[in-house]
C-alpha cells in the first residue's frame, strides 16, 4: 500500500490543522493506521492509531483532548484533526499502516508501508 500524507503548514499556537492520510494499492481496509512524528535530531514518536475498521483509537498522553484521528475506507484517507495546537507540535508528521488490524501498535515497528512526512510548524 502507498500513503501520501498531506495538510501541514504554518499555524499560530491555539490554531487547527487537519492532516490526510490517503491510501492507494492493496486493500486499505485490512490495515490499521498510526500517525508519529519526528522532531529534528530524534526519534519518531507515536502520536495516534485507528485501527482497520475505526472501532479503536490510542492517543498519546501528550495530545488526548486536543488531536483526534478518523479514517473513511470508502476513501481510503485516514484524517488527523489537531487542534488547540502548541509550538512544542512543531515536527514532521508521518502516517503508517500495517500491524494488527484490531490493535493498532504505538511503536515504528508495528507499521510496515510509511508515507512521507508533512511539516507541520506552530508559532508562538
Known amino acids: 500500500v502507498q500513503l501520501q500524507a498531506s495538510g501541514g503548514g504554518l499555524v499560530q499556537a491555539g490554531g487547527s490543522l487537519r492532516l490526510s492520510c490517503a491510501a492507494s494499492g492493496r486493500a486499505f481496509s485490512n490495515y490499521a493506521v498510526g500517525w508519529f512524528r519526528q522532531f529534528p535530531g530524534k526519534e519518531r514518536e507515536f502520536v495516534v492509531a485507528?485501527?482497520?475498521?475505526?472501532?479503536?483509537?490510542y492517543y498519546a498522553d501528550s495530545v488526548k483532548g486536543r488531536f483526534t484521528i478518523s479514517r473513511d475506507n470508502a476513501k481510503n484517507t485516514v484524517w488527523l484533526q489537531m487542534n488547540s495546537l502548541k509550538p512544542e507540535d512543531t515536527a514532521v508528521y508521518y502516517c503508517?499502516?500495517?500491524?494488527?488490524?484490531?490493535?493498532?501498535?504505538?511503536?515504528?515497528?508495528?507499521?510496515?508501508?510509511w508515507g512521507q512526512g508533512t511539516q507541520v510548524t506552530v508559532s508562538s
Open positions: 503508517a499502516a500495517g500491524g494488527s488490524r484490531y490493535y493498532p501498535g504505538s511503536t515504528v515497528g508495528d507499521y510496515d508501508y
Open positions: 485507528i485501527s482497520s475498521n475505526g472501532g479503536r483509537t
